[in-house]
């Protein structure tokens, strides 16, 4: 099976080289291999030329800073999964489109959120990525997952955890938000999700996170505890208390399509590098 990865560079495309199927012939392309953007780009490349499946991890992420650049984020999150969707018609190809948690919005019911359930995002972010999915369009798989993380395993990119750790290093105490609820999603975990993905048959939205459910700030208390540092060196607050130019979702419980691991125990095996 021929695979283009776009993103490559990512936090989730590098997650995905560790955790490469021996079947797969992956087609690894970074910003400087193509920009995904410009569809003459897109239409032309040789890169894609052959393949069987595009898996598009490459996003505009910066959730705050989308809020002041609407119009990169619409390009990056929401026209370019739109012409690589055109290529892929053209391929013949399966274009596996990941996707967030932030295309919900605000009061959504406080159970697993499923794909059947309405999106509404209140973010310049969620609506970019929102627009993504509806640019994919038939012949794609929507892949929504959140909470994403890889910690040590990949140190290079930041995260939630990495951050908690460089934290509990140089500050004696720290205050997280304890009212947003989600489900921890090791890279690692995700990476294999997105392979099973991309052999299925295209036309889906579904959901891949770890099992399980938590806060911000009881992730926290488990990242100092796994660590050996003291959790009660962690202080809650409300988002009210902890505003952000870009609202969080309250509610990020995704009903998982995927079997991914329990979030404790990707955690543990996250901050000890194993795959």
Same mark, same amino acid.
């Given at each position: ?9 990512? &936090? ?31 239409? !032309? ?29 619409? $390009? ?20 596996? &489109? $990941? ?35 509806? $640019? ?28 908690? $750790?460089?934290?509990?290093?140089? !500050?004696? @105490?720290? @205050?997280?938000?304890?009212? &947003? ?17 991309? &052999? ?6 579904? !959901? ?5 459910? @938590? ?19 962690? @202080? ?15 509610w990020s419980v995704l009903a998982s399509d ?11 095996r996250a901050l000890a590098a194993k795959l």
């Amino acid at each position: 099976m021929r695979v283009a990865i776009t993103g490559a560079g990512g &936090q989730l495309g590098s997650a995905m080289r560790l955790t490469t199927p021996p079947e797969v012939e992956a087609i690894w392309l970074g910003r400087a291999d193509l920009d995904i953007t410009d569809p003459e780009a897109v239409a !032309h490349t040789a890169s894609l030329k052959g393949i069987d499946v595009l898996i598009n991890t490459a996003a505009y992420t910066a959730v705050d800073a989308a809020e002041d650049d609407e119009a990169a984020a619409l $390009l990056l999150n929401g026209e370019a999964p739109g012409h690589l969707a055109e290529r892929c018609r053209e391929e013949g190809a399966h274009l596996v &489109q $990941l996707s967030t948690d932030y295309v919900f919005g605000p009061g959504v019911p406080h159970r697993p959120l499923t794909p059947a359930d309405p999106t509404n995002p209140d973010t310049v972010y969620g609506r970019s990525k929102l627009r993504g999915e509806q $640019l994919a369009g038939e012949n794609s798989t929507i892949l929504r997952t959140a909470w994403v993380y890889s910690a040590n395993t990949l140190p290079e990119h930041r995260d939630f955890v990495s951050t908690m $750790l460089r934290l509990e290093k140089t !500050h004696e @105490t720290v @205050t997280v938000v304890a009212d &947003q609820h989600g489900c921890p999603t090791y890279a690692i975990d995700l990476a294999r999700a997105v392979w099973e993905a991309a &052999q299925q048959q295209p036309g889906v939205v579904q !959901h891949a996170v770890g099992e399980g459910q @938590t806060t911000w700030f009881e992730l926290a208390q488990a990242i100092f505890a796994e660590i050996g540092a003291d959790p009660r060196r962690i @202080t809650p607050v409300t988002s009210a208390e902890y505003p952000a130019r870009a609202p969080r979702p309250e509610w990020s419980v995704l009903a998982s399509d995927y079997a991914l691991p329990e979030w404790r125990s990707a955690l543990r095996r996250a901050l000890a590098a194993k795959l």
